[in-house]
């Protein structure tokens, strides 16, 4: 079975600078699919960005990166130039690579953009 | 942009009443998941539904639950008789053949059992 593990419970910085929000995993699987999913207070689960695990190239989608370290099972979100949009919820999630696969969800850390 | 929905956005039951969670997937989405999380915990699978059948539930997932996709459109999650520990936001999901890997979740539906 997998798991997915956020050591990092809460975490708050000030607008417009540097966060890294950490994640490991435990898989025996080869092919799989990590994310990080971010809930606001509205609650509904918002897709961030994915890393495949085949591709070494770390994934970046405008402010956010990824540092994914496949063989110490390590998938951290970097956000740049944060923003007070940026205040939520951020579950990392592990998927295999197959068709019709759930998420297995870390237990979340909660970020506060501080004005 | 194409959307998940869920009705409604908030239900409360009385504890050993049936409760039915309704969900509208993404039109052409194949894959259809619901999950549920309890107020400050993590995200929890719950089933997954392909082809008009159960694929894979989690332990959670006992016989008092039960899923149906009755028209072609909806999705339900029906819960027979709740219990005060059913109390939690249930989120449905949907993905399709192709981007299977990219879920897109439903707004979720807060169920309180009192």
């Known amino acids: 079975a997998q798991t997915v593990t956020q050591s990092q419970p809460e975490m708050s910085v000030q607008e417009a600078e540097t966060v890294t929000l950490s994640c490991t995993y435990d898989?025996?699987?080869?092919?799989?699919?990590l994310f990080w999913y971010k809930q606001p207070p509205s609650r509904q689960m918002i897709l961030v960005i994915r890393q495949e695990a085949y591709k070494q190239q770390n994934a970046t989608e405008n402010r956010f990166s990824v540092n994914f370290q496949k063989a110490a099972k390590s998938f951290s979100l970097k956000i740049s130039d944060s923003q007070l949009g940026d205040t939520a919820m951020y579950f990392c999630a592990f998927m295999t690579s197959f068709g019709n696969e759930k998420l297995t969800f870390g237990t979340g850390t909660r970020l506060t953009i501080i004005p | 942009e194409p959307e998940v929905t869920q009705t409604p956005s908030h239900q409360v039951t009385q504890m050993g009443q049936e409760v039915i969670l309704r969900c509208v997937p993404i039109?052409?989405?194949?894959?259809f998941y619901w999950y549920r999380q309890i107020l400050g915990q993590k995200v929890e699978f719950l089933v997954s539904?392909?082809?008009?059948?159960?694929?894979?539930k989690s332990e959670i997932f006992d016989d008092q639950f039960s899923v149906e996709r009755p028209d072609g459109s909806n999705f339900t999650l029906k819960i027979r008789s709740t219990k005060l520990e059913d109390s939690a936001m249930y989120f449905c999901a949907s993905s399709g053949r192709q981007n299977f890997w990219e879920a897109f979740f439903g707004q979720g539906t807060r169920l309180t059992v009192v």
């Open positions: 539904f392909y082809n008009n059948e159960i694929s894979e």
């Open positions: 039109s052409n989405h194949l894959y």
């Open positions: 898989t025996s699987e080869n092919n799989y699919y």
